[in-house]
């Protein structure tokens, strides 16, 4: 977080990029790999989603999420920030992969509730396009949020992690008003986050209107916009579904014609993102973008290059880490 501060105070725009873990073991190389590539734009922290059974043929899912976070960190040595959910744990778990973490080398978490509708687990498994939600029963429930787990790692590990937190551009679905949730937010802001990272969203005066709100009530943290670039037409409304999102009627208007046309979506959802994003840099209302990847490489890269974001070797915005001043070796 003090690199990100610095970089807004030298008003130096960056990009950082989300990836979840990849479905099976086999898959890991390919996968750094590709993560290794993205990073070498200078990404300045590239993030790994929190996921119970994203390999099904790991018994102990939970910690897929940690080992492909340590492993991003070793072996492509950018900073990652691992997410992390509590509602489905106890406090003492959520200790105990926090704890994990920290062995693992890791310094940044992006501290979340997680989503759970009461008896059940609900957890998205992602693998290229293909994202489904499956469910199981709990064994102890609880009704722990992101603030929670923010005051915990504060009073256990103090200044040890940065903490990153969730904000809604339109309200989180269950906040009981858009209000009460920037007031909930400005909670985990005060509680100890150092930066805030935004639910997906369509139009840049969305977000616009979020930041201006925000610091009105007296967010001063850093916030930076998730930009989930369009990637296909299927891919968009599922995932808008599942963030409870609409899609606006003029960009499902402008797909429509083109929605069985892979790449005419790609391209159109591409120029879109240059567009919105270019917006939220120039008026100074993003300091920075962050990309949800979807584990893909394509229009990523076009899209940063496009920016002026992607840094050419040698001129990278911080050099990589010495990969064996790491505690752990994979
Ligand atoms: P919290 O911030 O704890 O609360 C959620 C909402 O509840 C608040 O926004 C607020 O509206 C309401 N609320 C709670 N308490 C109060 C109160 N006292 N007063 C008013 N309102 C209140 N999910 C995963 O499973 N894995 C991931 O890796 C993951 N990554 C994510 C990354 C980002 C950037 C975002 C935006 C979401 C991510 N999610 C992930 C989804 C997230 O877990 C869900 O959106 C979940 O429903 C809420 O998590 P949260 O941390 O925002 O919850």
Redesign the pocket.
């Known amino acids: 977080h003090e690199r990100i501060e610095r970089l807004i105070e030298e008003k130096t725009p960056f990009f950082s990029l989300?990836f979840f873990p990849p479905r099976f073991v086999n898959g890991v190389p390919n996968f750094l790999e590709r993560v290794e590539r993205l990073s070498e734009g200078g990404s300045v922290f590239v993030d790994m989603?929190?996921?119970m059974g994203s390999d099904p043929a790991n018994i102990d899912k939970v910690t897929s999420s940690s080992s492909i976070a340590a492993s991003m960190l070793d072996y492509c040595g950018v900073d990652t920030m691992l997410?992390m959910?509590c509602v489905q744990y106890n406090k003492a778990d959520t200790l105990k992969h926090l704890e994990q973490a920290k062995a693992m080398g890791l310094r940044s978490i992006?501290?979340?509730?997680?989503?759970l509708p009461p008896g059940v687990c609900c957890?998205?498994v992602s693998n290229s396009f293909f994202i489904f939600m499956f469910q199981t029963e709990l064994e102890d429930t609880n009704q722990f949020?992101?603030?929670d787990m923010i005051r915990w790692i504060r009073e256990e590990y103090g200044d040890y992690f940065s903490i990153g937190?969730?904000?809604?551009p339109l309200?989180?679905p269950?906040?009981?008003s858009y209000k009460?949730?920037l007031?909930?937010?400005k909670?985990?802001c005060d509680a100890g986050a150092n930066f805030v990272?935004?639910?997906l969203f369509f139009e840049p005066e969305t977000f616009e209107k979020f930041v201006a709100d925000c610091r009105e009530i007296g967010i001063t943290k850093p916030i930076i916009p998730?930009i989930m670039p369009i990637m296909g037409y299927e891919s968009i409304k599922r995932i808008a579904k599942l963030s409870q999102l609409e899609i606006p009627e003029h960009i499902l208007e402008d797909l429509e014609p083109i929605k069985h046309d892979d790449d005419a979506v790609q391209k159109y959802g591409t120029e879109r993102c240059i567009e919105m994003c270019r917006r939220l840099l120039d008026n100074g209302s993003a300091p920075s973008i962050h990309l949800y990847t979807m584990n893909r490489e394509g229009s990523i890269r076009e899209i940063l290059k496009a920016l002026g974001l992607w840094k050419l070797e040698g001129d990278r915005v911080f050099p990589w880490k010495n990969r064996s001043q790491h505690p752990i070796r994979c």
């Open positions: 989300e989603t929190w996921h997410h959910t992006l501290a979340l509730r997680g989503d957890g998205i949020r992101a603030l937190c969730a904000g809604y309200g989180h269950q906040a009981p009460a949730d007031q909930y937010l909670a985990k990272i935004t639910q998730g």
